[in-house]
């Protein structure tokens, strides 16, 4: 009934609500006045869905790319749970701590894992 309304097809409107389509400019002002919406509800919507796909998406990449730890000795964080530190948020952290205690290997391993971590 609403796809009628809207004059879309009911599988484009479902293929929208389902997330497998985006919603066009068109469609949102057409939803919108069907539904009797405020003009740009729905694009604003479109577009904070948007936004957590991206977040999402480069979370996934970051935890693709660190998925292994570095290789450093776990007696230089005698301080903290090793096993379960989370090298990506206390990154500032393990950086200093690789600086100021580890060995040139960690010190290279920790360059190569977050990237050149020279201090300035």
């Not at 970051?62 to 290789?71: D, E, L, Y």
Request: one cysteine or more; proline letters at 1%.
């Amino acid at each position: 009934m609403f796809a009628q309304k809207a004059g879309e097809h009911y599988q484009v409107v479902n293929a929208i609500v389902n997330g497998h389509r985006k919603l066009t400019v068109r469609q949102a002002l057409t939803f919108e006045r069907v539904l009797n919406l405020e003009e740009g509800f729905l694009l604003m919507l479109q577009t904070s869905y948007d936004i957590e796909l991206y977040k999402q998406s480069e979370a996934e990449k970051c935890a693709s790319v660190t998925k292994h730890n570095p290789n450093v000795r776990s007696i230089l964080f005698w301080d903290v749970d090793f096993k379960s530190l989370d090298w990506i948020r206390y990154k500032d952290f393990v950086i200093r701590r690789i600086m100021e205690r580890g060995s040139a290997e960690e010190i290279n391993e920790i360059n190569r894992y977050y990237g050149n971590t020279s201090e300035s």
